[in-house]
Every structure is written in structure tokens, then in C-alpha cells.
């Protein structure tokens, strides 16, 4: 860590100048005005973010220009420059929520309410808590004039939540020398806390690849009143049973290899047990089971996972139907071979009545996890140690961002998030949840690290 010092004491020396007290209530204004503009995708209407944004920015004297396939659907993109030493450092958030169900929220969902220590709306985790730190991050280093050795530029996206072609997509297609890096910073991680305490931080350096199989069942129509034991559901229910209780090959990758032995070291002495086994074929079966139906997240991190969520058939009660189908919502490692392991399904499932098709609606491009060897990563791991005296450890995300695009085009890719206490998520207050909030101290402390992440990968040293 001995090369890195002076970097770290540029961003650090000015950072101690600030008053965080004022700027922790700044963030909070700017981060209620955020979560208080409904941009749930569908429709998304981005730019109505995008324009609070832009003032915020503009009104430093940063420089702004909007991109917008849809002009309902903006862009940001701001840019401070820096020497050109190095490649730009990008910061990146994304504008649109998912969809709520407003009768079961305590709080209005766009209400920002402060309540208990935590602000309650959608968004507040996913992602206005990455969108107002990295805006924060844009007017901190403007303020403190810290000469850079790189450009750090910061990207409100829109459509991230599924509709990457007004965002993420049409950036890189249509304005990649406007965001091309050689680092990006954006969700996909957070810091652990359990019964009021810090464990560890995570940091996304891979993830799966969302993608679609149909399983399409066929047989003999019929008079309901005559059951067929051959008919399209049964064969089809079969089929979705055994592939929902396949347990496809494990297969480690440096993300999660270390993951798994990094974890080990803060978790019970049962918990370290069970991670390690593991790496031990003899006793890696049973801890699988076991993950699978205690620790889903942790199972689904050691293979190509496949989980069964829509069937349809028939249209009338009485009739039995010709044709049955299943859509399976299968995410993959990033190596995996999809018409090999597709062909393992076909073995699994073992009847010729059930045709495996791909269904690549959602498909993102593959790309290796980024470095955990990297001097960015080993700067984050600083930054975690200074704000939350936590260690760091990589991880592949189960679920995908749009960093996929962005790795795919050989940017190293981070994936970062504020502190979130572990019983929330069971609670119903996670992300994309019926409720979801965030700690109010982990809004302030999340800036705080952005800044302490952000200097010392991209000041002068």
C-alpha cells in the first residue's frame, strides 16, 4: 500500500477541510428532491431527474450535456477535466425505478419520508442513493479545485431498470467517446451490517448474464373430463420440476473463489465451515443443498442458475390444452458455455415431448470480472477501511447491471453501494421490495466514501 500514500493524502487532506455537517444537509435536500420525482420505468420520464441534476451541476460551473434517444428519456453527462495522464475514472448512476404498489407502503413511495434514523421511498437503494453521491462527488471536487490525473466523469442513465436502449445502450452505441474509461464506479455493491454493526464491504466485480430458456411441452388435446397422463401439463410439470431441482455444476471464478474464503474470515465459526467445504469435493454437495435452501444468493453465485417464474396453458377449464409452456429466467456465469449447458437441460429433463428453446430477449454481452489485483481496487479497499474500518471483498452480482456493457468494452468496472443492515431485505425493505429505505448516517457516510474512492483513484499524485 506504501505506492499509493501520496495519492491518498491529496484526496484526504482536503476532504478534512470540508464541513460535512453542511454538505451532509445538502445531500439530504438533493437526495429527497430526487426520490421525490417519480421515474418508475415504465415510463421512466428520466428527464425530469436529468434537469434537477443539470441545475445542481451547472450551478457550480460543471459543464453538462444531455443525450437523449427519447427526450423523455434523457442523459447526463458531466465533465471535469484533469491532466490526461491517465484514462478518465467514470461515475456512474442510474435515474429510473421499478414499478411500486402504493397500498403497501407505510410512506408514500415518492414521499422521501425521514423516519426512525432511515428515509423511506423507491429508489432510495436502487439508485438515487449512487445518483446523488456521485452528483455530490461532481460538486466536491469542483469546490476543493483538486488538480486531477484523470478526467472523472459522472453519467445520470436512463432505462437501466429495462429499457437499456434509451440508456446504457444508446450511450455506448451512439456517445462512447463521450463516457470512455478506463474505470467505472456504480452500484452493485454495499456495506454489510449485522444487529447494528459493520461486517465487511462488497464490491461487484462480476456478474451473471440474464437470459431466457422456454421449455414448450406438446401432447394430445382432449375432454377435460378424461384426464391423459400424457397431456402437455403433465409433461410440462414434470419438466419444470427436475430442472428446478437440478444442481448444475459448480464452477469458481477469481471473484468468487475469493469471495467465498474472504468471507470465511468474518462470518461463524459454522458459517466459515460450511464456505470452506466448498473446496472440498467430498463435502461440497451436502453445503450446496444446504445454501440452496438457506443461503439462495450464495447458492446461486457457484453456477449457472435457473429459476422457473412464468407457465402458461390451456384457455377453457374443460379443455385440455395441445400446448404448455414454461419460461425460465436462467442467469449465467460470465464463461458459460449457453448451447452446452442448454444441453445439459435437454439430458436433465430427458423427454422428447419437451423442446428447450433460447429465449435471448434480455441478452447482455459477456465479459471477464474486473481486476481484484488493480490499484483501483485496492484504492476502494482503502476507502472502505478510512470511512467504515471495514475490510473488502469482490463479488459476482446474481443479478445484472449495466457495468456488462461497459466490461464488455474493457472498462474496469466496480460496483459499489452504502451500508445496509441485513435484516432488512427479510423485512420487505430491500431493493426493488414492497418498502424500501436506507439509513439515513449510510447516505452521508456513501458520499463520504464516493469522495474518499473518487480522489484517490483520479487526483494528482
Known amino acids: 500500500m506504501v505506492r499509493f500514500l501520496p495519492l491518498l493524502l491529496c484526496g484526504l487532506a482536503s476532504a478534512q477541510s470540508f464541513d460535512w455537517r453542511a454538505i451532509n444537509e445538502e445531500t439530504l435536500r438533493h437526495y429527497q428532491a430526487l426520490v421525490q420525482i417519480d421515474s418508475t420505468d415504465p415510463p421512466g420520464n428520466e428527464t425530469k431527474v436529468v434537469e434537477y441534476v443539470k441545475k445542481v451541476l451547472e ?3 460543471i459543464p453538462v450535456i444531455l443525450a437523449a434517444k427519447d427526450p423523455a428519456r434523457a442523459n447526463l453527462i458531466a465533465r471535469l477535466k484533469g491532466n490526461g495522464s491517465k484514462k478518465p475514472l467514470l461515475v456512474m448512476g442510474h435515474t429510473d425505478t421499478v414499478k411500486v404498489d402504493a397500498a403497501k407502503w407505510t410512506f408514500p413511495p415518492f414521499g422521501a419520508v425521514r423516519n426512525g434514523g432511515y428515509i423511506y421511498g423507491r429508489g432510495t437503494l436502487d439508485d438515487k442513493d449512487n445518483l446523488t453521491a456521485g452528483m455530490m462527488t461532481m460538486v466536491l471536487l469542483k469546490r476543493s479545485k483538486i488538480p486531477l490525473d484523470r478526467d472523472v466523469i459522472f453519467v445520470a442513465e436512463a432505462g437501466e431498470e429495462g429499457a437499456t436502449q434509451f440508456g446504457i445502450g444508446y450511450l455506448v452505441d451512439q456517445h462512447w467517446s463521450d463516457i470512455d474509461a478506463e474505470i467505472c464506479l456504480a452500484e452493485g455493491g454495499l456495506i454489510s451490517r449485522r444487529a447494528g454493526q459493520v461486517r465487511y464491504g462488497l464490491i461487484q466485480t462480476a456478474e451473471k448474464l440474464p437470459g431466457g430458456v422456454r421449455l414448450v411441452a406438446k401432447g394430445p388435446a382432449g375432454h377435460g373430463s378424461r384426464p391423459l397422463r400424457n397431456s402437455a401439463v403433465v409433461h410440462l410439470s414434470r419438466a419444470v ?3 428446478a431441482m437440478w444442481d448444475p455444476p ?4 477469481d471473484t468468487t473463489r475469493y469471495y467465498f474464503e474472504k468471507l470465511g474470515t468474518v462470518s461463524t465459526p459454522e458459517e466459515s465451515a460450511r464456505y470452506g467445504g466448498l473446496f472440498d469435493p467430498a463435502k461440497a454437495p451436502a453445503i450446496r443443498e444446504y445454501l440452496a435452501e438457506h443461503e439462495p444468493g450464495h447458492y446461486s453465485m457457484l453456477h449457472t442458475s435457473i429459476s422457473p417464474n412464468m407457465i402458461s ?6 379443455v385440455i ?15 458459460e458455455d449457453m448451447p452446452a449447458f442448454m444441453e445439459l437441460m435437454r439430458k436433465v429433463i430427458n423427454d422428447p415431448q419437451i423442446d428447450v428453446i433460447a429465449d435471448n430477449r434480455n441478452k447482455r454481452p459477456s465479459a471477464p470480472p474486473s481486476r481484484i489485483d488493480s490499484e483501483a481496487f485496492h484504492l476502494i479497499e482503502a476507502a472502505n477501511q478510512k470511512v467504515y474500518k471495514a ?6 452480482s446474481t443479478g445484472a447491471t449495466d457495468m456488462a456493457m461497459l466490461r464488455a468494452k474493457g472498462v474496469q468496472c466496480y460496483g459499489i453501494g452504502p451500508m445496509v443492515d441485513e435484516e432488512d431485505a427479510p423485512k420487505g425493505f430491500g431493493a426493488h421490495s414492497d418498502q424500501e429505505r436506507l439509513l439515513e448516517d449510510a447516505l452521508y457516510k456513501f458520499v463520504q466514501f464516493n469522495w474518499e474512492a473518487v480522489t484517490s483513484i483520479a487526483a494528482r499524485k
Open 241 to 243: 420440476e427436475r430442472i
Open 313 to 318: 396453458a390451456g384457455y377453457q377449464i374443460n
Open 250 to 253: 459448480m464452477r469458481f471464478n
Open 59 to 61: 450551478a457550480e460551473g
Open 391 to 396: 475490510i473488502t471483498i469482490p463479488q459476482m
Open 321 to 335: 390444452p395441445s400446448e404448455a409452456q414454461a419460461t425460465l429466467d436462467v442467469r449465467a456465469l460470465p464463461d
